[in-house]
């Protein structure tokens, strides 16, 4: 996995030690010795990560985090404060300047490597949705709702045997506006997961084993809503590793420090939510580019695909597939006569006549202007017919009223049914056969049904 971090410290062999380090595993490093430096660079090579110092002469690490986390180039990109060992000032001024996480001096690898490598996996998830979403732009804009979203309180669950413990850090957050539950809390009746963010789960001081219940945690259906960060003592680092590859998160070490903690549930919270509106967007997406958006039926393109896959079943099960072209007579006269608003409004209403008169196994789409197609997977031509003639009758029996014009609107529709005939038909031949029976229906009268066989 290869990544760019930016280095920013004011002491020389300080920087060099880190950028040994992290080169030694593949990670790209770019220096920088000054504050501003420091802002250049992130502007410039817009790294994976930023670890900064915090005590610099000139400016100091907290405005270089508040400056960063303040332009929209540079706001998404994370940044670790390095800080002198156990500075409870620090750390809170850190948080406050929007800190996304911390490390102690001197730097241990272990600590320095798993903060990496969870934040590396939540870029790759992030990246893959932001293409899937074709956001190619590497900062993504958020609308107001997307950022509240992402910055709202926290839902924590803290599951730890040691009930002060569990009590403390459940303090904690909501001290900082978070909601929190302990695993005692919750022993009376059973866990809501629903609307979990965050499980904390202690690996020390536990009856059962806590990689077992992080393991299970992972396979609840809700687990795709909630993420899990262990709590470990550095002595126990291999443990540790191995809640990592379980799935969790993110880890921090014990003794907990609480302004740490509270920083790292915002951050945890912050990535999942943030992951949550992209995976939001991407099935928003999807879903837009099958849907017509004035009617809200399916598009062409859904339907060429819808096609293809039911005349594949149709072959390999030997059942009928038939399809309905449908028309709306005298359109373009709708238009002229009452405008193109209120032919909207009937293409709307028309939609809304069709939706409710096929059956729920049938994929009803808008494939052209006033043209229109029902897939009737399973169904022969008599069935067929009778359902395109219930749809008829529907448009048919009562005028479309509208708010554009006094008068009520007579609408009709015509309609050509095809049964596919299996192996040898093509998609193209297919449809132009219930293209056919339609154009023989307007030849005929409109206001009526036919079909290739008559
Ligand atoms: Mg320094």
Redesign the pocket.
Known sequence: MTATVLVV???EP?RRLLQAKLEAKYYTVFLADNGEGAIASALRHQPDIILL????PGMD?FEVCQRLKAMPETQHIPIVMVTALVNIEDRLKGLQAGADDFLSKPVDDFGLFTRLDTQMRFNMVANELRVRGKQNARVTQFSDYEKELIEAPSNVLVIDQDNAEARRVAEALKATGHRAQTWVDASGGSIEFRDLDLVIVALSNQKHDPLKLCAHLRTLKEARDFSIMVTYDPRDQSRALEALRIGAADLVSTPLEIAELQVRVRTQTRRQRYIDVLRHRVDRGMELSVIDPLTGLFNRRHMLEKMQSWMHRARAGSKPLSVVAFDIDHFKSINDQFGHGAGDDVLQAFSDRLRMNIRPKDIACRIGGEEFLVIMPETEMNLALAGAERIREAIASEPFTNERTSNPIDVTVSAGVATHQGEAEVLADFLHRADQALYRAKQNGRNRIENRAA
């Open positions: 410290d004011d002491i300080n110092d915090v005590m610099m690490g």
